[in-house]
């Protein structure tokens, strides 16, 4: 089977003028073809989410207009707009909304379900997707609307930001992305305002976003990061959160956002694979935005000089929201205007810059959580999850079915490149459950195509071994499919291990089951609104590859030697020195340097090819 999200890397789609014209056209045909004579647009299948996407659709002609003056598009747009202010803006109150500050207030909001009550929790959200949709047509309007309907449109806007910011608590779902975005809303309208008015508004635009989202920044892998949806970083809402923060410094021209956005995209740009998989967060697992995202990570990809469009987008959403009959929906169509807009081509080439959090050469990667323990191990197209053992997670020495990889004290970590190598060494105190103090030296070591890891701690109790991962997805072509092989090899004794016990908390990679599916299967809320990252917490054994220690270590030692990855014979020797510990394989000669490290208690390392 097939992971169902992540697909293609959003940069290998076509971003000329030519190709975003096509783009254009066809959502042209298909909106005139839609058009009803009340002049709604929304896809007939549309339910949830559509208080915007009208106007949407209503956006993209404008600017379809603007670019090719099709003498068919201003009635569609006046009618369309027309339909819009008519049926599609609300001010009575929805019954059951559980987040205004103020009742009865007349302001004009959005729903993300039409039907009054139905669910009104969607409706911030739907307010904030209207009122840039709004903002958008507004950019276009000139010579296309009247001036009655266009000051309107204005005045409807208007009221969508007061009603976001004084009738209603700020991002109520503490959803980053969100709150962003109303930010953005507020800069594009400040635009269309008399100056005083417009000045008023961008700066409380500015200020919500330092008061309510930057100094709120949750911190994850060294860096601080916008919540989402009360984590760190989703997966799917993070790179829209990145494409918030361009168009809000394309806007606005405001330094903060530069910086913040840069911030973020560094962190992306650690925790991503090579091949671009990626999974985790507090509300979508492992599913992938895709054109919503292609803004931030170009803009800000090519600003910090890496080949963020590695990023593996859901292309049936390539372009723009559809239906499952491949049909248009307006549903963040701002997304692709901003990006045509946009003039910034991908950047293409990998960072040259050491990353604490991660490790990339060639077609090899690790991405290390907070605890510098692998979150991500990708070589030879295959994709290895931390493996589960008795509740615990990572990767690192077991025994008695205890994980040795939770940092007792402060972890050291020291990159280097050489002769076409690059590693990383990561040393940490780890605390066993006889108490007994241990330093914990993992060594990395990839040439672009494998590769190979050393772990060294002082000798173990009991029959000790190296879990080693869970083998979990591979590249198939453009599609990411769930695997339980493992292309793995060890100097000691390796077996590949499954769950005995069944049930949602023991996850057997040979099962048709996803890590997103376990992951909200064992989350304490429904599918949507749990936390997928606390509910695979629960997660108490998988498939696991357990590496048996090296035979032949150095006295007062256990060593873990595994390849990931093709390569020669894989005889490893250790020999222990004055020096350090010395490791000795097919590709590579390295000193691990003494646990105490050098004067500065920072650890030594030396590798030749």
């Not at 054109?291 to 931030?296: Q, R, W």
């Not at 803009?299 to 491949?326: C, E, P, Q, T």
């Not at 749990?530 to 357990?546: F, Q």
């Not at 007062?556 to 005889?571: C, E, K, T």
Request: overall charge negative.
């Amino acid at each position: 089977m097939y992971l169902p999200r992540q697909l293609g890397p959003l940069h290998d789609l076509p971003d000329t003028p030519e190709a975003y014209d096509a783009v254009l056209a066809d959502v042209t045909e298909q909106a005139l073809a839609r058009l009803t004579p009340e002049g709604n647009l929304e896809h007939p299948d549309c339910v949830d989410d559509i208080g915007d996407t009208s106007l949407g659709i209503t956006s993209l002609l404008a600017f379809a207009w603007q670019r090719t003056k099709d003498d068919r598009l201003p009635e569609a747009v006046r009618r369309s707009l027309a339909f819009h202010l008519r049926e599609r803006v609300y001010v009575d109150d929805n019954p059951g909304y559980p987040n205004l500050k103020v009742r009865n207030s007349g302001l004009p909001y959005a729903r993300y379900t039409l039907a009054a009550g139905a669910h009104p929790i969607g409706d911030w959200p739907s307010t904030v997707w209207a009122l840039l949709q709004a903002v958008n047509l507004l950019d276009a309007a000139d010579g296309l609307v009247d001036d009655a309907q266009r000051a309107e449109l204005l005045d409807v806007a208007h009221g969508y930001w007061r009603w976001l910011t004084e009738a209603t608590f700020f991002n109520p779902q503490e959803a980053g992305n969100q709150a962003i975005g109303c930010v953005v809303g507020g800069l594009m309208l400040a635009r269309h305002l008399p100056p005083e008015e417009g000045e008023s508004v961008r700066t409380r635009a500015i200020e919500l976003y330092v008061e309510k989202i930057r100094d709120h920044r949750v911190a994850d892998r060294g860096a601080l990061l916008p919540p989402e949806h009360g984590g760190a970083y989703d997966n799917n809402y993070g790179p829209i959160s990145l494409s918030f923060l361009a168009q809000a410094h394309r806007v606005s021209g405001a330094e903060i956002f530069a910086e913040d956005g840069e911030a973020l995209a560094r962190y992306i740009d650690a925790r991503l694979t090579n091949g671009g998989f990626d999974n985790g967060g507090p509300r979508y697992s492992e599913q992938h935005s895709a054109f919503e995202s292609v803004l931030g990570l170009r803009y800000f990809g090519a600003r910090i000089g890496s080949d963020l469009g590695r990023y593996r987008g859901d292309s049936r959403w390539a372009r723009h929201a559809v239906k499952d009959d491949g049909g248009v929906d307006g549903h963040f169509a701002w997304m692709l205007v901003w990006q045509i807009q946009d003039t910034t081509r991908w950047h293409r080439e990998p960072s040259t810059a050491p990353a604490r959090h991660q490790l990339r050469a060639g077609t090899v990667s690790v991405a290390f959580d907070d605890r510098m323990t692998p979150a991500v191990v990708e070589a030879a197209g295959t994709y290895y999850l931390p493996a589960a053992v008795n509740r615990q997670h990572g990767f690192g020495p077991v025994v008695d079915g205890f994980l040795l990889c939770r940092p007792m004290g402060e972890v050291r970590v020291r990159d280097l490149r050489t002769e076409g190598l690059a590693a990383k060494l990561v040393t940490k105190p780890a605390v066993g459950r006889d108490h007994v103090l241990r330093h914990v030296r993992s060594l990395y070591v990839t040439d672009g195509t494998s590769l190979w890891m050393t772990v060294a701690v002082e000798r173990l109790p009991g029959t000790p071994y190296l879990l080693a991962g869970l083998p979990y997805a591979a590249d198939d072509g453009d599609r990411v499919r769930r695997t339980s092989d493992a292309e793995v090899v060890a100097a000691g004794e390796l077996r590949l291990t499954h769950p005995e016990s069944e049930g949602v908390e023991h996850f057997d990679a040979r099962s048709g089951q996803t890590q997103e599916q376990a992951a909200f299967a064992l989350a304490a809320d429904p599918r949507g609104y749990g936390n997928p990252d606390e509910g695979w917490r629960h997660l108490v054994s998988s498939t696991a590859l357990e590496a048996g220690p090296v035979p032949d270590a150095p006295e007062g030692l256990h060593i873990f030697a595994v390849r990931y990855g093709p390569g020669r014979q894989f005889m490893p020797t250790f020999e222990q020195s004055a020096s350090g510990l010395t490791v000795r394989t097919e590709a590579f000669t390295a000193v691990i340097g003494d646990p105490a490290g050098d004067a500065y208690g920072e650890p030594e390392l030396t590798l030749y090819a």
